[in-house]
T-cell receptor, first 119, second 115 residues
């Protein structure tokens, strides 16, 4: 089974509107972290926001917020007041705890959602 | 703000040649990673490295791949005999701690083209 699922290959939003990018995850660990990264067309990977499995409050970072629903195993990214510069690929990723085996807690990525902001 | 730097930004090589991709992680980070992204596809884990040894590697990271931290700052990925299917963007990443709440910081990537 996929550890991270992003079901929206592409999304469109009008400038200044809000948009939600979906992410569901699969883990048996109690301790894990969920991350969102932005990849513009230039290719770099930019860290946006983090949510911990034990965090009771949804994470927020400027115009980015995370709608974390632990029981549903979802961690959707909400971008408010979209800007043209938000057009990019967005990746959801998870860092699992020790229960998952392996070490150094690698990040596992979803397939990404390509967001296009229309003027 | 400190950042991960990767060189070169773009490398073109012929099939069968050796390539070395270079990375300078953030200076106080202890955990290092290589990922690759074939064009338009997901970002795939290759290898993690800590305390001068490989901690974990994926099935992609076969005998053709190796990593090294030759000095206190550089972290390199070597592909011994490149194949066409090695064409991809290669990302180096580093992390201060190996805990679930510590993000990986990525470099801008090296786009490798094998002809």
């Amino acid at each position: 089974a996929q550890k991270i699922t992003q079901t929206q290959p592409g999304m469109f939003v009008q400038e200044k509107e809000a948009v939600t990018l979906d992410c569901t995850y699969d883990t048996s660990d109690q301790s894990y972290g969920l991350f969102w990264y932005k990849q513009p067309s230039s290719g770099e990977m930019i860290f946006l926001i983090y949510q911990g499995s034990y965090d009771e409050q949804n994470a927020t970072e400027g115009r980015y917020s995370l709608n974390f629903q632990k029981a549903r195993k979802s961690a959707n990214l909400v971008i408010s007041a979209s800007q043209l510069g938000d057009s990019a690929m967005y990746f959801c990723a998870m860092r699992e705890g020790q229960d998952s085996g392996g070490s150094n807690y690698k990040l596992t990525f979803g397939k990404g959602t390509l967001l296009t902001v229309n003027p | 703000e400190p950042e991960v730097t990767q060189t070169p930004s773009h490398q073109v090589t012929q099939m069968g040649q050796e390539v070395i991709l270079r990375c300078v992680p953030i200076s106080n980070h202890l955990y290092f990673y290589w990922y690759r992204q074939i064009l338009g596809q997901k970002v795939e884990f290759l290898v993690s490295f800590y305390n001068n040894e490989i901690s974990e590697k994926s099935e992609i990271f076969d005998d053709q791949f190796s990593v090294e931290r030759p000095d206190g700052s550089n972290f390199t990925l070597k592909i011994r005999s490149t194949k066409l299917e090695d064409s991809a963007m290669y990302f180096c990443a580093s992390s201060f701690r190996a805990v679930v709440n510590s993000p990986l910081h990525f470099g801008n990537g090296t786009r490798l083209t094998v002809t």
